[in-house]
């Protein structure tokens, strides 16, 4: 069983940079995909980026693509998105996931079993 937290968010001025952070505990052998989800008030939660857990494959959701990056930091077992440059619509609750499969390419929010409480994250203007 995996357990997720995320932090990293707070509000953030439209063009400031955002980093989010996911910590994993807990014990996996599958060695996972994870990824990074989010939800804006009154829509649905969409993906925004998946990596391999070796970090070595990532993906990202097209409406996202040049403007996020994820990765992953082996040592301490955490998997960040960064963007700069931020604009209001990146106003959303932000959320870890662990996948259920090993890659990421073709990656759906079905593919998600375990879930974060979520960070919020608010960019003013």
């Known amino acids: 069983q995996v357990q997720l937290v995320e932090s990293g968010g707070g509000v953030v001025q439209t063009g400031g940079s955002l980093r989010l952070s996911c910590a994993a505990s807990?014990?996996?052998?599958?060695?996972?995909?994870m990824g990074w989800f989010r939800q804006a008030p009154g829509k649905e939660r969409e993906y925004v980026a998946a990596?391999?857990?070796?970090?070595?494959?990532?993906d990202y959701a097209d409406s996202v693509k040049g403007r996020f990056t994820i990765s992953r930091d082996i040592a301490k077992n955490t998997v960040s998105l960064q963007r700069n440059s931020l604009k209001p619509e990146d106003t959303a609750v932000y959320y870890c996931?662990?996948?259920?499969?090993?890659?990421?390419?073709?990656?759906?929010?079905?593919?998600?079993?375990?879930w974060g409480q979520g960070t919020q994250v608010i960019v003013s203007t």
């Open positions: 996931a662990v996948s259920g499969r090993k890659w990421v390419a073709g990656t759906q929010m079905a593919d998600f079993g375990s």
């Open positions: 807990g014990r996996t052998s599958s060695r996972p995909a």
């Open positions: 990596v391999t857990w070796s970090g070595g494959s990532t």
